[in-house]
């Protein structure tokens, strides 16, 4: 997994602490490492398996890793820009002219805000873009910038559990693109399908689980991530509620080629691709069974 244990794996948690795993003959152990280092691994088969977006896959598909998405976690791409009551957000035209905050020119946050401008016409020279690292609440909340690229389930959460009400424009309201889900190789799905499906259904129904029972998914997450208890609760537990709008779609793991296609299409003519490859080798729905 990229990242760190985080309430956004918590359907990872409840498949384990629920038995799915085992139901599957499956004993699992949840590593954290940097995403583009994860891909590399599994495309040369020494990690089978990884959590890690879809814009990455079509890197590294592109660089010829035989990398392959297998299941889809986040249906809706997790980006939004976001500001406070100075500056109303209706649109994106209504950046223009105005200072927006990015972790940095890297990474979903700089994919999402490209597309964003490339869905809306918007040109990059219209709009101050500053480099703030993750301090994108507090640079909101001191007047540092006028808005600011966030992870849609995380800061505009934070900002209203402090007492402000957050304009909010979701990147995936003007571009989809594909976002995190499970990742394997060829080889693996070869040489070992059943892995590879039981793996899949496992985190499905640990999924729909975490949809159909958030409570006791955050109480079953806070084992993993104990962090998240104590006086950050309410703020993670309303984190892991705006997160399911995320997963949630009318079946569970299931990928569009469509959006696929279309976020190939994208990332090249933006620049972020040097070429394009064979989509349908990026992805399978083969392993998708809904729990």
Partial sequence: MGYIPNVQFTPFYVALSKGYF????????FDYGMETDLLS????????????SGDQVILARGQGLPVVYVMTYFHRFPVAVVSLE?????????LIGHSVGIPGLWGASYIGWLALLNASGIDEQDVTLESIGYTQVASLTEDQVDAAVVYAANEPVQLRQAGYEPNIIYVADYMNLVSNGIITNEKT??????????????????????????????????????????????TQMAVLEESIKFWDSETLGLCDPSVWEMSQD?????????????????FTNDFIVEP
Avoid: H, W
């Avoid at 691994?41 to 890690?52: E, S």
């Avoid at 499905?204 to 409570?215: A, H």
């Fill in 189 to 234: 799905i070869e040489d070992r399908p059943e892995l590879v499906a039981g793996l899949v259904r496992a985190v499905l129904r640990g999924l729909r689980y975490t949809i159909d029972s958030p409570e006791e998914a955050f109480e079953i997450c806070l084992e993993y991530v104990p962090e998240a208890g104590g006086e950050n609760r309410d």
């Fill in 86 to 94: 100075d500056l109303p957000l209706e649109e994106p035209a209504d």
């Fill in 22 to 29: 085992a139901d599957e003959k499956l004993e699992i152990e």
């Fill in 41 to 52: 691994l599994v495309g040369a088969d020494t990690l089978q398996f990884a959590v890690a």
């Fill in 266 to 282: 994208f990332m090249f003519e933006a620049g972020l691709a040097e070429s394009k490859s064979d989509v349908e080798k990026m």
